[in-house]
């Protein structure tokens, strides 16, 4: 009965490369969600994507990010030409659909650091 | 607009009691969530509220008035171990979205 699974736990990249953070929701979930911590601070909603479908993107920088979830395979948030700000955790959660009593489960995080 | 509120920091001693405010202010409401967040780890599912009143779990409860806007949650018999930040999140209306409160840092101290 595995949870969600994030990938990798830490990444290092420099300024100016791609990023690429996996996340694998719990099996039977639909939703997925991206949410950014930086250090003792709230978690930061990013993108709320179903399926194949962004259904709420009004988190996301307009530049330099993305996200999808495939039909199969894993969500991938994907950061490109990085910058020193990116900085931070970046936690993936899934839940089921159309069940609202259903909470959010959340995978480990991705704590990305860029030199 | 959606708001969360909740306060920054709070401090506690071993065994006492605490609670933990939210006040929310969102487009639409269906339930209230409490997550424990440790440092450096994922948060964690407490509590759900989505109806007015008190939903027991063992040490820890969470109240809800929709009329207010308002939750708490409330820890009993505190332990070394709750140290951590406590997140309060609102579910909206629209879909399935969730809107997350800044957090409470908690410290107990011996």
């Known amino acids: 009965n595995a949870g969600v699974m994030q990938n990798p736990r830490h990444l290092v990249r420099r300024r100016g490369q791609e990023a690429r953070l996996r996340c694998s929701p719990v099996?039977?979930?639909?939703?997925v969600y991206w949410y950014r911590q930086l250090p003792e601070e709230g978690l930061k909603f990013m993108v709320y994507?179903?399926?194949?479908?962004?259904?709420?993107e009004s988190g996301m920088p307009k530049e330099r990010f993305s996200a999808e979830f495939p039909k199969e395979g894993p969500s991938i948030l994907r950061i490109q030409q990085v910058v020193r700000g990116d900085s931070a955790a970046y936690f993936c959660?899934?839940?089921?659909?159309?069940?609202?009593?259903?909470?959010?489960?959340f995978g480990d995080g991705t704590r990305l650091s860029i030199l | 607009g959606q708001n969360i509120d909740q306060p920054t920091e709070m401090t506690a001693t071993e065994g006492a009691i605490v609670q933990i405010n939210c006040t929310y202010q969102?487009?639409?409401?269906?339930?209230l969530f409490w997550y424990q967040q440790h440092a450096g780890e994922a948060p964690t599912f407490l509590s759900y509220?989505?109806?007015?009143g008190l939903e027991e779990k063992g040490r820890f409860s969470s109240f809800l008035s929709r009329s207010k806007g308002y939750s708490y949650l409330l820890l009993k018999e505190l332990q070394m171990k709750d140290s951590a930040s406590y997140l309060c999140?609102?579910?909206?209306?629209?879909?399935?979205?969730?809107?997350f409160g800044p957090g409470t840092r908690l410290s107990v101290l011996p």
């Open positions: 959660a899934s839940s089921r659909q159309g069940e609202s009593n259903q909470p959010q489960h």
């Open positions: 099996k039977g979930h639909s939703h």
């Open positions: 994507l179903q399926k194949e479908n962004i259904i709420d």
């Open positions: 969102t487009s639409g409401f269906n339930g």
């Open positions: 509220n989505v109806l007015d």
């Open positions: 999140a609102v579910r909206d209306n629209y879909g399935q979205n969730f809107v």
